[in-house]
């Protein structure tokens, strides 16, 4: 039975599908049919889903360039008006923008309300078989070479599997960063999830590289990093240390591989010295 009664002033996150349209959810449907408004990042993507669910309804621009005033704007409707919030694709504030729009409006004290959708981070998840008892979403890997690896390197030691979103055009680079700073981990990419050439491989790094190298990705990628190996001798100090000292002197470097190895950083130190290019 359909409810026409308006729905209550305030904030709705409202989650919309990864690529697939049929799988909005029938809640989601009817927050986007009886709401006053939809503030969203780019209309054009969301007026291409309002037309799938023929609807019609106000859009108010609102993404990462988004002005302090736009955002007080948008509060202020939402003290007389229900307002829905979603993202291109997925559910808002995942790597995506609104973190700032959701906490001002709890402390203006307006209503909000998230609904539970699609998250092209939890279907990576799923379909990768890495272990999934703990994992840690990092959104997207850093573009520069330098801060990609010492984000790698800051999370090497967390005993849980790794996600990132990560673009076609820089899978390359990203997966040839994992290789020298993790070597040794699983590694998994689910690219153009729930639509029709979805796919999710697992292997290696290097073997990784070797596919997409020969078979250019596309579509968005969700990049996935199995944990440490709790083996003797599994982590290769040298390829750490060599890698932290492309970028940096070796006592920053023998720092960095100290943080992500729970090594002594005065042995590490020496062995930087060691290594380094006389």
């Known amino acids: 039975m359909t409810n026409d009664e308006p729905l209550p002033s305030g904030l709705y996150i409202v989650a919309t599908p990864i690529g697939n349209l049929g799988d909005i959810t029938l809640r989601a449907i009817d927050v986007l049919r009886r709401c006053d408004a939809i503030a969203c990042e780019d209309t054009r993507v969301t007026a291409k889903l309002l037309r799938h669910l023929s609807l019609h309804k106000p859009l108010w621009r609102y993404d990462d360039h988004s002005s302090a005033e736009d955002r007080d704007r948008l509060l202020d409707a939402m003290r007389s008006k229900s307002v829905a919030l979603v993202s291109d694709a997925g559910t808002p504030l995942i790597s995506d923008p609104g973190y700032r729009l959701v906490r001002a409006a709890r402390d203006q004290g307006i209503a909000v309300t998230s609904?539970?959708?699609?998250?092209?981070?939890?279907?990576?998840?799923?379909?990768?078989?890495?272990?999934?008892?703990?994992?840690?979403?990092?959104?997207?890997?850093?573009?520069?070479?330098?801060?990609?690896?010492?984000?790698?390197?800051?999370?090497?030691?967390?005993?849980?599997?790794?996600?990132?979103?990560?673009?076609?055009?820089?899978?390359?680079?990203?997966?040839?960063?994992?290789a020298t700073a993790l070597p040794g981990r699983e590694v998994a990419v689910a690219r153009e999830l729930t639509k029709l050439h979805e796919e999710c491989r697992t292997g290696t790094p290097e073997a990784l590289i070797a596919h997409y190298t020969n078979h250019p990705p596309k579509g968005e990628i969700v990049l996935m990093i199995g944990p440490p190996v709790e083996e003797s001798g599994a982590i290769d100090v040298d390829a750490l240390l060599i890698a932290a000292m492309e970028h940096d002197k070796p006592s920053q470097a023998a720092g960095q591989v100290a943080k992500a190895t729970g090594l002594d950083r005065k042995v590490l130190y020496a062995r930087a010295m060691e290594l380094k290019p006389r």
């Open 115 to 178: 609904l539970p959708g699609p998250s092209a981070a939890i279907v990576g998840l799923t379909l990768a078989g890495l272990p999934n008892d703990r994992f840690l979403f990092a959104g997207f890997l850093p573009v520069k070479e330098k801060a990609r690896n010492d984000m790698l390197l800051e999370l090497a030691r967390i005993p849980a599997t790794l996600i990132f979103y990560e673009s076609a055009q820089r899978l390359l680079k990203s997966l040839e960063a994992i």
